[in-house]
């Protein structure tokens, strides 16, 4: 008997397809995973840190670093300190479109940009935004 004609595993699976079903944990998938991006923008506001776009399908903060203390207000100097205290986030200059290389590096609209992602365990973001130091 294969899967293609009903067999027993195929039928366990019809109450999966219920839509009252399909509803109610999707309805708990996302309050679930609404807690770390919550957690992650407040914190990063706490920091100073701007997010103009709060997201809405994604696992990515996209967050300006502008308003922070000169020398952390630019990528570089930023995600220095951050992977000194073992946190990793992406430079907006990745995001730049630069076709052609045609201007450096300084002259980025992304130069004050980062990219956070909170994927992670809750537990790791926590960390990841201690304020102590």
């Not at 293609?4 to 109450?15: A, I």
């Not at 630019?74 to 479109?97: M, N, Q, S, T, Y």
């Not at 590096?105 to 992304?110: F, G």
Request: glycine share 4%; proline share 7%.
């Amino acid at each position: 008997m294969s899967f293609l004609n009903g067999s027993q595993p195929q039928k366990l699976s019809f109450p999966l397809m219920d839509l009252d079903f399909i509803r109610r944990d999707t309805w708990a998938l996302q309050r679930h995973f609404k807690k770390k991006p919550d957690f992650l923008l407040h914190e990063l506001s706490a920091l100073g840190i701007t997010v103009e776009w709060t997201p809405t399908a994604t696992f990515y903060i996209w967050a300006d670093l502008s308003a922070l203390p000169h020398p952390i207000n630019d990528f570089l100097a930023f995600l220095e300190e951050a992977v000194r205290h073992k946190v990793i986030c992406v430079p907006g200059f990745f995001f730049d479109i630069n076709p052609r290389d045609i201007r450096n590096l300084k002259m980025s609209k992304c130069i004050s940009f980062v990219r956070f992602r909170y994927g992670p365990s809750i537990e790791n973001l926590e960390i990841g935004v201690k304020h102590d130091d």
